[in-house]
């Protein structure tokens, strides 16, 4: 099967692990033929840096082609939200792909694609929305633009798409907002990621204990991101700072921003407990994941809670909709930490330290559910049929 992604503004990075990244690896293991047409940017550092055109072979056999967007109305501005590029519609030609995923709810070229399945009906094309409030048409005259422009791109498509993927109950509730989608064209489909079997759990879990020196009954948790103050990892610090249990150690990756710099940085240097692991790759992230117990995401969310389920963690989290909702959980919640605030994570951490087994069994409840409903393996084979 030919298989085209198209991610105008995912600013695709290789060694990632978000959605296109994983899906892409998956599809490839299962013999389909995959291309990935992006555009110019992608991220070194957690930075987000301009490249340039290319078209080249990934190391899983994937082509990854990176085209610039046409200039529109010789606006940087307009250029970047329309996202329009007018050579999709030649490589949709070269390539006569039988499914399209296309990438975010915004973009001119879902016309294109649409056109293309028109013609050729038995070619399947979805959508995917990761967009919500929390990033996108957060005042009046961006979800306006959002709602005239790109909802006109998207009702001139939707005849044609198969279906449009959500991937929480945050991002359904924004493109119902916006856009007039039929109710049966909506499909929930998790972010997902790599399942870690218990064995390879134990051993990276032994790992990071003779690598730190850590006692055997150790409580491990990290914390990773662009260290911005959406993330709250300076309410993260004092709480943890509160409960003083030498069993706890907390691992933290990511970049901190200048404007956070005197504020993080003297939290951890003031707590032996706290280990600043600097920027790395997702995968290392993904492998030291493996053996932790708890994944601290107090702030914004990020693809990350779903990788740290699918490697045995359970999170800490805010209660976004997308995690009180059903599509999340079949245990009323117990399958997370919900913390909304300094006081509610120092109560956390007193909770764990006082009983540990409450903590081994949100973990068992996460990890359940993760291999039911985020295992990439299964996700990536969604867009093969209508069904």
Avoid at 68 to 88: G, N, P, Y
Avoid at 234 to 247: C, G, I, T, W
Avoid at 348 to 353: D, G, L, P, S
Wanted: overall charge negative.
């Amino acid at each position: 099967m030919k298989i085209l992604h198209i991610a105008l503004a995912s600013h695709f990075t290789i060694g990632m692990l978000y959605q296109e990244n994983q899906m892409i690896n998956c599809q490839r293991a299962d013999g389909h033929d995959v291309t990935i047409v992006t555009d110019l940017w992608h991220y070194e550092r957690g930075n987000l840096v301009k490249g340039e055109e290319e078209d080249t072979i990934m190391d899983n056999g994937a082509r990854l082609i990176r085209w610039a967007h046409d200039r529109v109305m010789f606006s940087d501005l307009w250029t970047e939200k329309i996202q329009k590029c007018r050579r999709v519609k030649g490589l949709l030609e070269e390539l006569q792909p039988d499914t399209i995923l296309f990438h975010g709810m915004c973009g001119y070229e879902i016309m294109d694609a649409a056109d293309y399945c028109k013609k050729h009906p038995e070619c399947l094309l979805f959508m995917d929305c990761h967009e919500d409030y929390s990033d996108s048409a957060r005042t009046f005259l961006s979800k306006a633009f959002y709602k005239i422009i790109h909802g006109h791109y998207i009702s001139k498509a939707m005849p044609e798409v198969d279906k449009v993927l959500y991937i929480g109950a945050d991002m359904k509730a924004w493109m119902n907002d916006l856009y007039s989608i039929p109710e049966e064209k909506q499909e929930f489909l998790a972010p997902g990621g790599t399942i870690y079997t218990l064995e390879q759990q134990k051993q990276a879990r032994q790992e990071i204990i003779n690598k730190y020196s850590l006692p055997m009954d150790a409580i491990i948790m990290a914390h990773s991101g662009k260290l911005a103050a959406t993330k709250r990892t300076e309410e993260l610090l004092h709480a943890f700072s509160k409960v003083q249990d030498p069993r706890m150690a907390l691992f933290i990756f990511g970049s901190i921003p200048e404007d956070m710099e005197d504020v993080i940085r003297p939290l951890m240097e003031a707590d032996s407990r706290v280990h600043f692991m600097g920027w790395k790759v997702n995968k290392e992230i993904e492998e030291f994941l493996a053996g932790t117990d708890l994944y601290c995401q107090p702030g914004t969310q990020s693809s990350t809670f779903e990788t740290a389920m699918c490697c045995g963690c359970v999170n800490m989290t805010y209660p976004w909709d997308s995690y009180t909702d059903a599509t999340y959980t079949d245990c009323d919640g117990q399958n997370y930490f919900f913390v909304d605030g300094e006081e509610d994570m120092v109560a956390v951490f007193k909770q764990i330290t006082d009983n540990p087994s409450i903590l081994d069994q949100a973990k068992a409840k996460s990890y359940a559910y993760a291999q039911l409903t985020f295992d990439y393996q299964v996700i990536s084979r969604r867009i093969y049929t209508r069904g």
